[in-house]
């Protein structure tokens, strides 16, 4: 299905007009819309499961990986952790009634800053068709209404989900409009959307690098940097053997597809011959492949040498590059310039060493002794994640509920003028 | 001068060193910089005047204004000026020391998110060189490294009191490359600037709505959008007549060329035989020219007609645009559809119309019975400010020097790993 660019205006007036009519939702009203959803989905069940087998179609007559193809796939059980997630957003706190300040000045006025949505939020994202439901339970209950743009092996799984969104919020008496997908598959449509800077207040990419390198490239939305981790672990002089095994071989290979995932090891030279080759041997062991500098290959030979692109590369696969350096600063400057600002971790013994790093490294989430596995909005206890900001500006890190608002300043006086 | 993208790389790399750089200094070490280039400011102020000499004399050949001629114009009294300003921030509290907050998980993970420097940041602004000098004081203190890229008409002023400033870093031992000045005076240059995502974190234009626009356009690097005003003043059916003359008046007339100057005057048709023309009267006597709509005209006829563009227009003189609306609803879809999301006003004796209004006008700062005037960092008791954002990203309204921080993870344990 193709769009045309009044229709595309169109769609994203009808998201900023409801935005407007958002604001006055009690925390209440919000909550009984996500668990309408989520009796929807689980009642709807077959509608989507229906839609959803027509995707499958495409995608084997596209000739996509069964891997792949099975991201795309919903069944019962899968909507109903779909309609879970609803649920468990309904439950989290508002994040619109948070830190409400007042400042009070001499002339008498009264400055109330006070936090509310963004707006309008635009979701540009890929394959699995789960995002839909949780993008719209995120940005929903921060007080936002959301527009989607899902990929389009998925658009009639997205367009059925999205049905029963707008479904619940009619039900509810709230603006259908709060959701809205685009259903157009070609690219055009996504650019155009992509300068709609009058409607849509933030722009946030999930997926893959090429996808957020194209958003960031095209839009003239204010954009959110999501998720791409090139992560380090740096083994320092004072490594202690067994935490470095253990952290390493976790971070590497518990889940090879995550952003989170380490990348590269960053080698103290004291250590190339003593704690370094028991952590490649492990790694080697579950199956990973190293890519070494020099040095570090006359340490451990079984391994590949590395090209330059080797420390840029987020693998997402059985593989790890391996960099020797002569201290901690030049450790820190070599993730500085190669790391995707995501998540590193130092394994030392040295405290002030620890401290330095964590200070210095120019990353989202620094650990000391610990696996870069754990940056995620769940395991910091955030109790949602949107993604994982690898930007300063707006958020850093995992991103909750409270990202996805801005603040706002309400000001009550008694006839003050300047003079 | 013109400048290759080498050069500019370089430049931009040097800023990028030096902002990590002053991670490591403490906050005394911040201020005696900023005394110290207030010292130098003042006993090098002949060296400033004699380089800012050269700018009025081009200024003169171009034919530029008077009024703009003097906005460029140094002497000593304005050179004293910039260097208490400098002493000014030094007495700020150091907002990398605010609000650290601490999770501790259950598996024992102890989360600090600390607040950090957003690194490197570009201000793009226009022709009055103490900018320079208030730019780089604020970025600093909150530790970041700044390039800056004034306009053509001062560069030979911008290039002597960054001098300046590089000797103010150099004498108190700290890197000289925490201030750079792109001293080429070429389009290309500031174009090729904005690319620089790779080194420069965030970019703030400050000065004209083209300025602004063109750097929206332009930019790869995140911007904060700072400064244009298309401000509203409603007279409410319920406004008080003494307080809708005077907060009026003052919101037009006080100084004409600020952001925070009301432009557009709303009116609720039951006061439009009553107060407004009180109100109009009162314009009329401080020489403002109105522009209003059919109903207004009828009212109060010593006006000319507004057409539709007025009403988008930030005139920054003595015009005010005059529209008619039947209720607040009116006023409040009117004003969201035609402001900057700068400052707006409501004049009202009605609690109930006027909580409406704070919560529906979707600006940075909406006031109840008080002048538009008051948006503004010093005012809001934020000691110092960087510009007015009028996005909802990162920061919004006056932007102080938190405004110009970010925050990290820095994540403590033993050994974790993620099962």
Known sequence: MSMNNTELEALCKRAKAAS?????LSSEEKNNVLIK???LLVSEAKDII?????DIENAHAKGMSDALTDRLRLDEKRIEAMAEGLRQVAGLPDPLNEDEELYERPNGLKIYKVRVPLGVIGIIYESRPN???DAFALTFKAGNAVILKGGSDAINSNSAICDILKKA???CGTEPSAVELIRSTDRETTKAFMQMREYVDVLIPRGSGRLIK?????SRIPVIETGAGNCHIYLDEKADEDTAVSVTVNAKTQRLGTCNTAESLVVHRAVLDTVFPKVAAALREKG???YEDEEALKAFPDAEPATDEDFYTEYLDLKMSVKT?????EAISHINSHSTHHSEAIITADEAVAEKFLRDVDSACVYHNVSTRFTDGFEFGFGAEIGISTQKLHARGPMGLKALTSCKYRIKGNGQVRG
Chains 1, 2 share one sequence.
């Open 50 to 54: 229906k839609a959803n087998e027509k």
């Open 288 to 290: 990973v492949t190293l």
């Open 325 to 329: 350096v002569s201290d901690v600063d």
């Open 169 to 171: 919020l009619s039900e």
């Open 214 to 218: 194209s958003v960031l490239e095209n």
């Open 37 to 39: 959803a989520a009796e």
């Open 131 to 133: 995002v839909t439901a």
């Open 20 to 24: 407007y009519r958002l604001l006055s």
